[in-house]
């Protein structure tokens, strides 16, 4: 079946602007997470959601971030006046909650950000 | 709290040797590990995962660890390298709270094949 989708696969945008990302998870899916990743390191984690609630918000680094999932399915994080700090790859997985693949993440491809 | 230490931030073997990566990690509780692999300009794919069944843990593509918890390291093998396997590997720590399982990930290790 399809995997996790997550558009636009680069978004380059001007230091200050406002930018959106958006993450269309595994049909059936109900938890959605949000990773960061800078240029040589590992995935942080941002933002975890339970269905429609943003059950864990502990890793958004400031209040410039913030995410919604208004159905339960897609999901999109959204950046106030970014700055060019911001620039990573954000990436989105799901995972199921029950079944054999439980605990078991599925990652999408990534939304590149260049922050000028 | 957890966390995954690498010990190798780059490895290089040729294609046909063994492949070792290592990885320790550190949890208050007892975790569930992964190792993901990332190819360039590509997703990360799960390589294999443990969770409190066999120590050994068989994965895709050839690759095996082995859980070790005196040590608590997890270390990934691989018998014999191909040109197909360079890429970036992190291994990931999670530990269920409250049904929440977010992933932590280690620095990577960037594994290149040599023919």
């Known amino acids: 079946g399809a995997g996790v989708s997550q558009t636009p696969s680069n978004k380059v945008t001007e230091k200050g602007k406002y930018v959106e990302l958006r993450c269309d998870p595994i049909?059936?899916?109900?938890?959605l997470y949000w990773y960061r990743q800078s240029l040589g390191q590992g995935p942080e984690f941002l933002i975890y959601f339970q269905g429609t609630g943003a059950a864990d918000d502990s890793g958004l680094p400031n209040d410039r971030f913030f995410a919604v999932r208004p159905e339960g399915s897609v999901s999109t994080l959204k950046i106030q006046r970014t700055e060019r700090g911001d620039s990573a790859v954000y990436l989105c997985?799901?995972?199921?909650?029950?079944?054999?693949?439980?605990?078991?993440?599925?990652f999408g491809p990534g939304t590149r950000l260049t922050v000028l | 709290a957890q966390s995954v230490t690498q010990l190798d931030s780059h490895v290089s073997v040729s294609e046909g040797t063994p492949v070792l990566l290592r990885c320790n990690y550190s949890s208050s509780y007892s975790p569930s590990l992964f190792w993901y692999v990332q190819h360039p300009n590509k997703g990360l794919q799960l390589l294999l995962k443990?969770?409190?069944?066999?120590?050994l843990v068989k994965g895709i593509n050839g690759f095996e660890a082995e859980f070790k918890k005196s040590e608590t390291s997890f270390h990934l093998t691989k018998p014999s390298a191909h040109m197909s396997d360079a890429a970036e590997y992190f291994c990931v720590v999670s530990v269920v709270v409250s049904g929440n399982t977010p992933l932590v990930f280690g620095k990577g290790t960037r594994l290149s094949v040599i023919a």
């Open positions: 443990y969770t409190s069944a066999a120590t």
């Open positions: 997985a799901s995972s199921p909650t029950r079944g054999d693949k439980y605990n078991e993440q599925f």
């Open positions: 049909s059936g899916h109900t938890a």
